[in-house]
């Protein structure tokens, strides 16, 4: 390596760390911005990595391209929480090198150190990831996509990649990726489920360095319409029941409910080699030739590539959730300009029996309740026709919490409308009649950057509507409703030259509200900050 050429890499380099270490004045406050979820500094991001909780901490690693604000060569960007609310940004965990770009992932902690990486009684963290070999896929070879491993022993700031990577070599698969590993104590093995394809595979390891391949899932259940990436295995307990059931998630692109890319999952048991789905389940998933037979976790188009974080205090009661709040669509089109994508707010997950079998609920942790500085409430109200919640309750523009429980039965149809002084306007209806809800983003804002984002999404009801409740959470350029305890939920992003300012419930019939409150939230970037989010740059 020239001298030259050795300057210009530690040049950029390190103009990448001094861009993140400092903040522009202007920095968060551009139009669109989010305010309480989490975004890169600057520049491109995708799916959530390497989620890890270590003494006291949350980390977040991400997909990252630190030179553009679309997708590019992959690097792991990095971020902690002690909260899941607030973020602190790090310096770029992992850069690309000869082996290719460094493509998604997770992280745990080596309790034990079974990979020998620890020292002086502290254990290591580990990430394990898929090297991409651009050149390799370019030269026309199948196998350019292998796992890898690097660890830490400073808390995660600083990560060592092992010097006999790759530890899993790919005999051909060109969708061999997305390593999510897990310690599996009945068996005292690592386990990694892999996205290859159509399917999830199976590998166990004692030392998170030497993998044996143990079975595969998948080709015959859920959704076909798109390769599968982004696997996670893990046990909850039933709701209120004494047993567990493991639940496998994955995501699938293109061929999600509303199209493009989403997220599905399975429930069934697993031994330490093989995921068997539950027979309860087999009839509703079993693949059919020309049907999208899946669970959905979100019906929303924007939330994909989700995973868990490993190793949180109250496992396995306790597994949280969090997505990249877009879709491969449109993602590299929508109308921002310094940074791109957003992560969704942090879910809990629970397990569930209903009337139609085991389902999987997702919740917005409660740590989020800290964000609110103004609540106000109404109780026992009969709606006949129209009700104007921001009059009556107020609430910050483009930044709020709205929670509404309701009895909605002798209504046929439902809706809150989110509406600003430009006349764009989102709607969320309940159809009893089709049994669906729906979420119309067509007159939403902008939209002319993609044809596929003026869109009607619709969700099955999949419950009674004589007692609904939603919480809906509305940020700069996002929405996120959640129905009937995370029953169904539904992810959107929405792009208004003005902030919503006005919401109203409008229904057919007569609709008696239990209760409705509306809560302002705070920017976790500027939260003393009294002033509102612009979202127009004309």
């Not at 991409?132 to 196998?143: I, V």
């Not at 890319?261 to 399975?266: G, K, N």
């Not at 949180?312 to 993602?331: C, D, K, Q």
């Not at 700069?476 to 929405?494: D, R």
Request: with cysteine; glycine share 8%.
């Amino acid at each position: 390596m020239t001298n030259k050429l050795a300057l210009l890499i530690i040049l950029l380099i390190t103009g990448t760390l001094q861009a993140n270490a400092s903040m522009p004045a202007d920095l968060y406050r551009e139009p669109f911005r989010p305010q309480y979820h989490f975004t890169p500094l600057q520049q491109w991001m995708n799916d959530p990595n390497g989620m890890v909780y270590y003494q006291g901490e949350y980390h977040l690693f991400y997909q990252y391209y630190p030179h553009g604000n679309t997708w590019g060569p992959m690097h792991w960007g990095h971020a902690v929480s002690r909260d899941l609310v607030h973020w602190e940004h790090l310096p770029i965990a992992l850069f690309p090198d000869r082996h290719g770009m460094i493509f998604s992932g997770s992280a745990v902690v080596d309790w034990q150190n079974t990979s020998g990486f620890g020292s002086d009684g502290e254990p290591p963290l580990v990430a394990i990831y898929t090297y991409h070999d651009s050149l390799g896929k370019n030269l026309g070879r199948t196998d350019f996509q292998s796992q890898a491993i690097a660890y830490s022993s400073d808390r995660g700031r600083s990560w060592t990649k092992y010097a006999d990577n790759p530890v899993l070599e790919n005999q051909g698969d060109a969708d061999f990726r997305d390593p999510k590993v897990f310690w599996y104590a009945p068996t005292s093995r690592w386990i990694m489920a892999l996205a290859v394809r159509n399917r999830v595979s199976f590998y166990s390891s004692p030392n998170l360095k030497d993998w044996t391949f143990e079975s595969d899932f998948g080709e015959q259940w859920g959704s076909h319409a798109g390769v599968w990436e982004c696997p996670d295995l893990f046990a909850l307990p039933i709701t209120g029941e004494a047993q567990s059931k493991y639940v496998l998630v994955t995501s699938v692109l293109p061929g999600g409910p509303n199209g493009g890319s989403a997220t599905q999952y399975f429930v069934g048991e697993f031994d330490g080699k093989q995921f068997t789905l539950d027979e309860d389940l087999q009839s509703t998933l079993q693949v059919i030739p020309g049907k999208n037979r899946a669970l959905w976790l979100d019906f929303g188009t924007d939330n994909y590539a989700g995973v868990t974080w490993s190793g949180l205090p109250g496992e396995p009661a306790r597994r949280v959730f969090i997505g990249w709040m877009s879709n491969w669509l449109y993602a590299t089109e929508v109308p921002t300009e310094r940074w791109r994508s957003a992560m969704t707010l942090p879910r809990a997950l629970s397990l569930h029996r209903t009337a139609l079998g085991l389902r999987l609920h997702a919740s917005p942790v409660g740590e989020l309740e800290a964000l609110r500085t103004a609540s106000r409430s109404l109780e026992d109200m009969r709606v006949e026709q129209a009700l104007d919640l921001s009059a009556e309750l107020g609430g910050k523009p483009g930044q709020m919490e709205i929670e509404i429980t309701m009895d909605t039965r002798d209504s046929e149809a439902v809706r809150l409308r989110l509406s600003n002084s430009d006349d764009e306007r989102l709607d969320f209806t309940i159809d009893r009649n089709r049994r669906v809800y729906t979420l119309d983003r067509t007159a939403a804002g902008r939209s002319g950057f993609s044809e596929s984002f003026a869109t009607v999404q619709a969700a099955p009801i999949a419950g009674s509507l004589d007692e609904l409740s939603l919480r809906l959470f509305l940020d700069q350029s996002s929405v996120e409703i959640f129905i009937n305890e995370g029953e169904t939920v539904m992810t959107a992003l929405v792009f208004p030259n003005s902030p919503y300012s006005q919401v109203t419930l409008t229904s057919d019939g007569p609709v008696n509200i239990r209760r409705a409150s509306i809560h302002e939230l705070k920017s976790i970037w500027f939260p003393d900050a009294q002033q509102v989010v612009g979202n127009s740059d004309r």
